[in-house]
């Protein structure tokens, strides 16, 4: 299984909602990422778990708290949003965090919506 | 600081024409550069990094360091090239995160 999956492919929630997005790999990878890319935009980084411990936190929102309950799992766990929060969130995943030969694969993205 | 700069947002051609996607970083160290390509409602996926100097899809990019350029071109352009390209930098030594650039996207016109 050489894929990043994540589920689901579409989440509608309200602000007082609680969600959680998902994100699972089985290519052995110790380096778990979660962007947020809004329309027409790049991919930012959010998060990124090494050797399932957070090791970057780009000053993300306590309403959006991750969690990597084992090395092939990623959750986002979502609380409280606003409506700007409303983007697609991509899961990615690399065999490691540094070194050469890194490359990061990619999941299709969960699409937020947050009304 | 560290930045990524793709100064296109569209670039247009005719199928056959030759195609070169700017992308200019600005970074004091030795970063690890990647182009990245998203097709129309797939992943985004890996198209080339600068360490292994190959060509996908006949695509190159050169790493060139005095100018902090990092260009993907290619010679013929196909109309199933039209999709959304990011040039990405990961600073050396980081904990693997990518700095993107906002994106070029290229149309190939038959």
């Known amino acids: 299984d050489t894929e990043v999956t994540q589920t689901p492919k579409h989440l509608v929630m309200g602000m007082t909602n609680k969600k959680s997005l998902k994100c699972e790999q089985h290519?052995?990878?110790?380096?778990m990422y979660w962007y947020k890319q809004k329309a027409k935009k790049p991919p930012e980084l959010m998060f990124v778990?090494?050797?399932?411990?957070?090791?970057i936190n780009e000053s993300v929102p306590s309403r959006f708290s991750p969690e990597c309950p084992n090395s092939s799992l990623l959750n986002l766990h979502l609380h409280a949003l606003q409506p700007e929060d409303s983007a697609l969130y991509l899961c990615?995943?690399?065999?490691?965090?540094?070194?050469?030969?890194?490359?990061?694969?990619f999941g299709p993205g969960t699409r937020l919506t947050v009304l | 600081a560290q930045r990524v700069t793709q100064p296109e947002k569209l670039l247009s051609v005719f199928k056959g024409a030759p195609v070169e996607l700017k992308c200019n970083y600005s970074?004091?160290?030795?970063?690890?550069l990647f182009w990245y390509v998203q097709y129309s409602r797939q992943r985004l996926q890996l198209l080339l990094r600068?360490?292994s100097r190959e060509s996908i899809k006949g695509f190159t990019a050169d790493l060139n360091k005095g100018e902090t350029s990092f260009h993907l071109k290619k010679p013929f352009a196909q109309e199933e090239d039209s999709a959304m390209y990011y040039c990405?930098?990961?600073?050396?030594?980081?904990?693997?995160?990518?700095?993107f650039g906002k994106g070029t996207k290229l149309s190939v016109k038959p």
């Open positions: 990615a995943s690399s065999p490691r965090t540094s070194g050469f030969n890194n490359e990061q694969f």
């Open positions: 290519m052995g990878h110790r380096a």
């Open positions: 778990y090494s050797y399932e411990k957070l090791s």
């Open positions: 970074y004091s160290g030795s970063p690890e």
């Open positions: 600068h360490i």
């Open positions: 990405a930098l990961r600073p050396g030594g980081s904990q693997g995160n990518l700095i």
